[in-house]
């Protein structure tokens, strides 16, 4: 499967963004898919994850209860909806696939099997 992330660009302190993931290859149901991200001189670090109906999801501490994952398998995406966004969520996004069988979500790097390019969010303050 290939992966293209857009969506990001410079916003305020307290703004919204919505970042996309289009998928194309092979059935984009059959992968479970995370939202990893990393700002400058940091490791990359997982944010959001869903399953493949997209009847799960996970987040991380920094992240929940501001930013929420979905998907649209109909349409080969997946999207995450940031919202009240901080200098500190300044990264480059990157959305990943999981192909591995199994139930809930992933959250380490390593269990992702295909990765986006990115998409660069400034947050300034």
């Known amino acids: 499967v290939q992966l293209q992330a857009s969506g990001g660009g410079l916003v305020q302190t307290g703004a919204s963004l919505r970042l996309s993931c289009a998928a194309s290859g092979r059935a984009f149901s059959a992968y479970r898919i995370g939202w990893f991200r990393q700002a400058p001189a940091k490791e990359r670090e997982f944010v959001a994850g869903i399953n493949r109906s997209g009847s799960t999801t996970i987040y991380s501490d920094s992240v929940k209860g501001r930013f929420t994952i979905s998907r649209d398998n109909a349409k080969n995406t997946a999207s995450l909806q940031m919202n009240s966004l901080e200098p500190e969520d300044t990264a480059v996004y990157y959305c990943?696939?999981?192909?591995?069988?199994?139930?809930?979500?992933?959250?380490?790097?390593?269990?992702?099997?295909?990765w986006g390019q990115g998409t660069l969010v400034t947050v300034s303050s």
């Open positions: 990943a696939a999981d192909q591995t069988y199994g139930i809930g979500v992933q959250r380490r790097r390593d269990d992702y099997d295909y």
